[in-house]
Structure formats: structure tokens, C-alpha cells
Antibody
């Protein structure tokens, strides 16, 4: 059974940093691209960042570019999101999501999602 | 960045009726379009990918159509469990989501 379990969220002051983790199991982690998607309270889904299976391709939404860094450790079956210079508008539930096709040379839809970890940026 | 626009924002439908949701891309995404369903307190669930292919376990009452910049999700006969928020997503380039359509009980 595929499982994605996010952790690392919490209350943080504006300007500070936080590192999110996503522990994956039930599939061959290093075969698949992975993504972070966030959802502000009562709002829609916003793609945040994605990383290819071999970390050769990495992308960010304009809203987080230069502040957030995605990475993965295939030996630990884990995905990370380093979030620096946090702002109030970064407050959201952060989901980890798996792409549906392994070893893909293009992007694919997300077939599994975690339950999310809540990040609240407030003084 | 490809901007996805969904309409309407809210759709009021009676159980058993048909629901038609629209999604428009700011530039062509070919058929690289997915639809997701999200219920309160739950993560999104993949319904449709490749614009028209149902994901594993998705009932036949859900169908998708379109290509290029105009896409449609149709729910042929709404069941109680279908009242939720629906999002389209393009993955032709770095992914992006539409703002969502809430399907509510009329």
C-alpha cells in the first residue's frame, strides 16, 4: 500500500525557516517524480515545487522561488521542502504527492497524496 | 506559467442530475489535463488523466473531454458522494491547478 506521511509543520514567525519531510513507502520511491502542493485555509490547491526521480529536474512556483528548496534522499525514501524567509501567505496545509508514471521524461498527474502537514506563519 | 481557469465557481445540482464543469488553459496543454475530487478534510483524489481516461476505481459516471485549451468534466448522474470540490490540473509543463468548482446540493 502506497503511503506518504508528511511532517515538520507547525507555527513559525515571519522570516523564519521550516523544513518539511515526506516519508514514502509501498512503492519504489526512486522511480517517481514527487511534488509539494499547498492549500491555504478555505482556498484551492497551489502547486509549490516538484523534483524528478533522479533530481535532474526541479521546479518552483513563482510565489516560492528563491525561498524554498526541494530535495529528496532516495536511500531514505524521503522528500523534503526547506522553507526560508516564511511569510504569512505561506500559511497552508502542505501535501506531498507522487506522480503516476515512473522514470517519466515528462510530467504526469498525481496518483497518491499524503494527508498534509499544516504550516502557520504568524507572529 | 500556464493559468487554469475553472467555471463555474459553484454549481448547484440535484441528486440524479447531470453536472458539467469547465476548465480553460491560458495556452495549449494538449491532452495533459487531469481532474481531481476533494472532499472536506481529505486529500485530493485523481479522477481523470489524459483529459479523458478514468483513473483506477473511478465510476463510469465520471467522464472527461477536450484538448488544447478547453476541457470538460461531466458527472452523468450525481450521487450523494459526488458533492465535493473539483480541480483541473495541467501537467504539460510545470503543473498548475484551476481554482476549483464546488458541486453542492440544490
Amino acid at each position: 500500500e502506497v503511503q506518504l506521511v508528511e511532517s515538520g509543520g507547525g507555527l513559525v514567525q515571519p522570516g523564519r525557516s521550516l523544513r518539511l519531510s515526506c516519508a514514502a513507502s509501498g512503492f519504489t520511491f526512486d522511480d517517481y517524480a514527487m511534488h509539494w502542493v499547498r492549500q491555504a485555509p478555505g482556498k484551492g490547491l497551489e502547486w509549490v515545487s516538484g523534483i524528478s526521480w533522479n533530481s535532474g529536474s526541479i521546479g518552483y512556483a513563482d510565489s516560492v522561488k528563491g525561498r524554498f528548496t526541494i530535495s529528496r534522499d532516495n536511500a531514505k525514501n524521503s522528500l523534503y521542502l526547506q522553507m526560508n524567509s516564511l511569510r504569512a501567505e505561506d500559511t497552508a496545509l502542505y501535501y506531498c504527492a507522487k506522480e503516476s508514471t515512473g522514470y517519466s521524461s515528462s510530467w504526469d498527474p498525481f496518483d497518491y497524496w499524503g494527508q498534509g502537514t499544516l504550516v502557520t506563519v504568524s507572529s | 506559467e500556464i493559468v487554469m481557469t475553472q467555471s463555474p465557481a459553484t454549481l448547484s445540482v440535484s441528486p440524479g442530475e447531470r453536472a458539467t464543469l469547465s476548465c480553460r488553459a491560458s495556452q495549449s496543454v494538449s491532452s495533459n489535463l487531469a481532474w481531481y475530487q476533494q472532499k472536506p478534510g481529505q486529500a485530493p483524489r485523481l479522477l481523470i488523466y489524459g483529459a479523458s481516461t478514468r483513473a483506477t476505481g473511478i465510476p463510469a459516471r465520471f467522464s472527461g473531454s477536450g484538448s488544447g485549451t478547453e476541457f470538460t468534466l461531466t458527472i452523468s448522474s450525481l450521487q450523494s458522494e459526488d458533492f465535493a470540490v473539483y480541480y483541473c490540473q495541467q501537467y504539460n509543463n510545470w503543473p498548475s491547478f484551476g481554482g476549483g468548482t464546488k458541486v453542492e446540493i440544490k
